[in-house]
């Protein structure tokens, strides 16, 4: 029970530290202000900052979870993109007010929907700003998917290319778009419809599968 936990803690306590190594330097300007104030658009040389959001929400499901969150950062002046994951284990964040939400970060969208009185912008605010107080980065925009939009979004560019360095195979995957249990991806390359490529981002059952693994497949898709 511990352990995860202090896995996601250690790595969410690196992740400060990370972002100011990955994205220092005096080319590209700040959007000035505290992390949790709202930041303004940034300039025309200066860093995007995109909060990615996957929703893991099904007409059955009571929960609302956050399960896939990923800053994306756009460097307009060296043109380039990185881009982290935020384990959903994460706990103790600070929140954009000052307040710390002490449950896992991938309930704090739900949290502050179910609770306006403390959170009158709403969930995916609350979860922008607490994104920016853990990172110490003004996060400018958002972008919020669920199953069915990430499907429809992959089959309407006619599916995604991805090179699968490690085969896997998860025997307890039973979700969207397949009724039966079990599914599974060999090593090389692979043309994905918008079934498996959801598959592919969230499968995490299999030998050697965890959180992170499947971190990685979401970036790459």
């Not at 306006?116 to 925009?141: C, K, N, R, S, T």
């Not at 290319?161 to 090593?187: E, N």
């Not at 050697?208 to 898709?221: H, K, L, V």
Request: glycine share 14%; hydrophobic share 40%.
């Amino acid at each position: 029970v511990l352990i995860p936990h202090g896995v996601a803690y250690r790595y969410g306590t690196a992740l400060g530290d990370t972002f100011a190594k990955v994205f220092a330097g005096a080319t590209l300007g700040s959007s000035g202000g505290p992390a949790a104030d709202r930041p303004r658009g940034p300039g025309i040389d200066e860093r995007v900052n995109v909060l990615l959001i996957g929703v893991d929400k099904l007409p059955w499901r009571t929960a609302t979870l956050t399960d896939a969150m990923m800053v994306v950062s756009m460097d307009p002046v060296g043109k380039t993109v990185s881009m982290l994951s935020l384990p959903r284990d994460l706990v103790g964040v600070p929140l954009g007010n000052g307040d710390v939400y002490g449950p896992k970060l991938n309930s704090l969208m739900s949290y502050a929907d179910r609770n306006e009185a403390d959170f009158p912008e709403g969930g995916v605010v609350a979860l922008q700003e607490a994104v920016a107080a853990l990172l110490g980065i003004p996060i400018h925009y958002y972008a919020r998917i669920d199953f069915y939009g990430f499907v429809d979004i992959v089959d309407a560019v006619g599916g995604v290319d991805v090179k699968v360095t490690d085969g896997f195979s998860d025997p307890l995957y039973t979700s969207f778009g397949h009724p039966k249990p079990g599914w599974s991806i060999s090593a090389g390359n692979h043309h994905l419809g918008g079934i498996d490529a959801l598959a592919y981002a969230r499968a995490r059952k299999g030998t050697g599968e965890s959180d992170f693994t499947r971190a990685g497949r979401q970036q790459q898709i």
